[in-house]
């Protein structure tokens, strides 16, 4: 197991993972905004979820060192080249694991990084940010993990035992596949964005729900003209 893990971005998913990391015993820092690090090191970190809420005293910072073994990426996917940037900085041979549910954080993060140290992460949990040193686990969740490129491959097995250790992780033989499949599921968001109402809501209504079947539709059409299979039991 790596001795030193950096969680960058200490937003609503970091902090979870970050937390959980931390009751595992892992040497874990989230690395994220003044406001979330003040309250941290204050209070500690509230998480709140179904079974109840519970206080962590994981350490946090605001600046990330080149001492990680492993740093998992879960900056917003508009931060991802600018945060490869500042990992790029550390001169350091690092792990970067990218957590962002998009189809672009893995090429990002290999242009400024390389290839042979990127490992990719699907994440299939909600988790709110609800104020400074408080967030909320929504779901169970299931992270997919899996190399993007062949030269990526040996750092597998690391991420996977580590990110077990805070939500159930499954490795995945093609990690863009799994991607694009957990992006044709994200498309309704939009329809709740617009209609401020809840997916089941939303999908009682004729129009609406034909709206997202083209939307669908349109998505796996997009995904195969760009040559990625969709994961059909997902």
Not at 62 to 81: C, E, N, R, Y
Request: net charge positive.
């Amino acid at each position: 197991m790596p001795q030193a893990i950096a969680v960058f971005g200490a937003g609503a998913i970091g902090s979870l993972v970050g937390a959980r990391l931390h009751e595992s015993g892992i040497n874990v820092r989230l690395v994220g905004r003044q406001t979330q690090v003040d309250a941290i090191r204050a209070r500690g970190l509230l998480v709140k979820g179904k079974n109840g809420s519970r206080l962590v005293r994981v350490p946090a910072t605001t600046s990330l060192d080149g001492t990680a073994d492993i740093i998992l990426l879960t900056v917003k996917s508009q931060d991802v080249q600018d945060a490869c940037r500042t990992i790029a900085a550390l001169r350091s041979d690092a792990t970067v694991v990218t957590m962002q549910n998009g189809v672009r954080s893995d090429r990002e993060a290999a242009d400024i990084l390389g290839r042979a140290r990127i490992v990719g992460c699907v994440l299939n949990i909600s988790a709110t940010y609800l104020e400074p040193g408080v967030v909320e686990q929504n779901t169970s969740g299931l992270f997919q993990v899996g190399a993007p490129f062949l030269e990526s491959k040996a750092r597998v097995d690391a991420v996977l035992a580590l990110l077990s250790l805070a939500i159930k992780t499954e490795q995945v033989p093609d990690i863009a596949r799994s991607r694009w499949t957990k992006l044709m599921a994200n498309l309704n968001n939009a329809i709740m964005a617009i209609t401020g109402w809840p997916i089941g809501k939303a999908l009682r209504h004729t129009g609406l729900t034909r709206l997202s079947i083209a939307t669908i539709r349109e998505g796996v059409k997009t995904a195969h003209l760009g040559g990625h299979g969709l994961d059909q039991t997902r």
